[in-house]
């Protein structure tokens, strides 16, 4: 072989191993980029002394249930063992007199009877439209309806969590989206964790929007979720009285990330967790400082 012939060997291989390394560095890349790996939060519980009169609250009561009475003259509504209704009522509380925990360590001053005690992520993603997102998911997975658990992206592509348990995964560009094969098969509690982690960076309220249908308010049920472009609530839980007239519990999340917890609502000089369906008939109202129509009252797919 003349020197020409050799040194043109030589370069050949060389850009093969380059190819080969660039080839490799992308596949590693992509490779992290659609398998995130969820990690909880290190929440700081700092207790406070209770400075709010809130009606209806049993500060001993450790769930929704037993922390949140009905207001005199009303019950709450029958619910079904095992539903979702049943799921939130029983759901577990931090007490009640600690500040609102924050996803990076700090916490917040909240008025709020009622904080979910429930896990966040350590980057900060848990916000309004995911904290539901969350609660619909766990209940779920807990009771082990896999093929029920699958959210849209924003952008309107669908994030199937038994698919991504046989090792699918969602590369997102931008707007663009696509599924691909890139694990190995996985079941396990973190990989489930790690999928909630991928649609909660690519999900929000538009999806949630896109996944819901507008219902009036005298069709409200625990589950449903008043949302909007910028913010959603979840309805917690619902009582009614003689007179059929109801009320409801409403929960939500926020930025930065806070531990899912129930809002209050004020008659006159009286604070209360309970809203009326008479509140939520009006033709704007608020909840929790953001403005809302009957409009964006909604239900999530087929409901609870």
């Known amino acids: 072989m003349n020197k020409i012939a050799s040194t043109s060997h030589k370069n050949g291989k060389k850009r093969v191993i380059v190819l080969f390394i660039f080839i490799a560095a992308v596949l590693i890349v992509l490779y992290f980029r659609v398998n995130p ?10 207790t406070t002394r209770t400075v709010y009169d809130i009606q209806c609250v049993n500060s001993e009561g450790m769930t929704v249930e037993s922390r949140i009475t009905p207001p005199d003259g009303y019950s709450r509504v029958a619910v079904e063992r095992g539903s979702f209704a049943e799921y939130l009522r029983k759901y577990p509380l931090h007490p009640v007199n600690i500040k609102l925990p924050v996803y990076n360590g700090k916490t917040r001053n909240t008025d709020s009877p009622a904080i979910f005690d429930i896990s966040l992520g350590d980057e900060g993603y848990q916000q309004c439209a995911d904290s539901i997102i969350r609660l619909y998911s766990d209940y779920f997975y807990e009771n082990k309806q896999y093929d029920k658990i699958s959210f849209e992206f924003s952008n309107g592509d669908i994030c199937d969590y038994n698919r991504w348990r046989q090792g699918k995964r969602m ?13 190995l098969p996985d079941d396990s509690q973190q990989g489930y964790r790690n999928y909630l982690k991928t649609v909660m960076n690519y999900a929000g309220t538009l999806s949630l929007l896109n996944e819901s249908e507008q219902i009036s308010p005298d069709e409200i049920r625990i589950g449903d979720i008043i949302c909007n472009k910028d913010h959603v609530v979840l309805i917690v839980d619902e009582a009614v009285n003689e007179k059929g007239e109801k009320t409801y519990l409403i929960g939500q999340s926020y930025i930065p990330a806070v531990c899912f917890h129930l809002v209050t ?21 608020i909840i929790d400082s953001v403005g809302f129509t009957p409009n964006n009252i909604r239900r999530w797919k087929d409901g609870f």
């Open 171 to 183: 590369l997102a560009l931008g707007s663009f989206s696509c599924e691909i094969p890139a694990a």
């Open 265 to 285: 609502t004020s008659y006159g000089d009286v604070d209360s967790p309970w809203f009326t369906q008479e509140q939520l008939e009006k033709q704007d109202f």
């Open 37 to 46: 790996k969820w990690k909880a939060a290190d929440l700081k519980i700092e």
